[in-house]
């Protein structure tokens, strides 16, 4: 099993920036794939970057690709969410997660609020 916990979350102004963290424990860090999402009040939570276990591949939501770096440190059990350029319509709680397949993903941290005012 993985529990993660974020980290990093709060108000910044829009154009701003702020890096999300997401610590997990467990020895098997490495074997899982990490994605963040987000979650907006009144919507569905939303795909926002994916990176694979070995960070050699990234993936970005339109909506956030050029703006948003994700990166990865398997000696630290830990996955970080670069956001640039931030906009109100960023704001969000956001979540990390572990998956094991090419799809879904199987553990989930509590989510981190991050709200960009304009």
């Known amino acids: 099993q993985v529990q993660l916990v974020e980290s990093g979350g709060g108000l910044v102004q829009a154009g701003g920036s702020l890096r999300l963290s997401c610590a997990a424990s467990?020895?098997?860090?490495?074997?899982?794939?990490m994605g963040w999402f987000r979650q907006a009040p009144g919507k569905e939570r939303e795909f926002v970057a994916r990176i694979s276990r070995s960070g050699s591949s990234t993936y970005y939501a339109d909506s956030v690709k050029g703006r948003f770096t994700v990166s990865r440190n398997n000696a630290k059990n830990s996955v970080d969410l670069q956001m640039n350029s931030l906009k109100p319509e960023d704001t969000a709680v956001y979540y990390c997660?572990?998956?094991?397949?090419?799809?879904?993903?199987?553990?989930w941290g509590q989510g981190t609020q991050v709200t960009v005012s304009s």
């Open positions: 997660a572990a998956s094991t397949s090419p799809t879904g993903y199987d553990y």
């Open positions: 467990g020895r098997t860090f490495s074997s899982y794939a």
